[in-house]
């Protein structure tokens, strides 16, 4: 349904991505890979919001590479920049949804799942003009993205079962942010970390991933519309 393309970092340089579009004027959606990189997965995901009526884009952070592997997602993503994939790629990916939005103007959210959840937060902090963000199980650094700065509307989605994003991290984030005004809308599931891949057998969990895809769907249309 959707294709690659190049769309403008806002250092001037290029970045590719994956787009599938609903059509000019409609609302957007950046699309923030796992540590895996930008795999069917995550396009079929791009093509599902295009479905929905979002114009998404699923910037590719790792240059084309793509593993099965975990040691080799491990090293790929630990040698992500990550300042410069938040501050260019999505950046970048959020300015090009906003100008099909209609006049540069559009409404664009982030969303991700693992490290683009990270990175969602990160975004929500640091990019500007984004309306919304949706996180799947991940958080950043505090150092890097704190949660209690997010000012936008925010929804998150965690796992009971995650030793990786722990629940007791889902919980920090939102103390921080109740603490700082800003209460996220915030879901636990009784599931393991990537719950929400249909790729992964060995933790799709159906009836989770289709309440929480309902729950994304229902968010984003009250705040971008």
Known sequence: MGQMIDFKR?????????????????????????????????????????RAGYNALAPDLFQGRVTQQPDEASHLMNGLDFPGATHQDIRGAVDH?????GNGSGKVAAMGFCMGGAL???????????????CFYGIPPKEFADPAQIRIPFQAHFASKDDWCTPAAADALEAAMRAAGNPPELY???????FF????????????????WDRTIAFLARHLS
């Open 97 to 101: 949804l906003r100008g099909m939005g």
């Open 188 to 194: 636990r599931y009784t599931a393991d970390h990537a």
């Open 10 to 50: 806002p250092d001037g340089s290029s970045c590719k991505g994956y787009l599938a579009g609903a059509g000019q004027g409609r609302p957007g959606v950046v699309v923030i890979q796992e540590w895996w990189g930008l795999n069917d997965q995550i396009c079929g995901i791009v093509d599902r919001f295009a």
């Open 197 to 212: 891949n249909e790729r992964r057998g060995e933790v799709y969990d159906a009836a989770c991933a289709n309440q929480a």
């Open 120 to 134: 969602t937060i990160a975004a929500a902090v640091h990019v500007p003009n984004l309306a919304a963000g949706v």
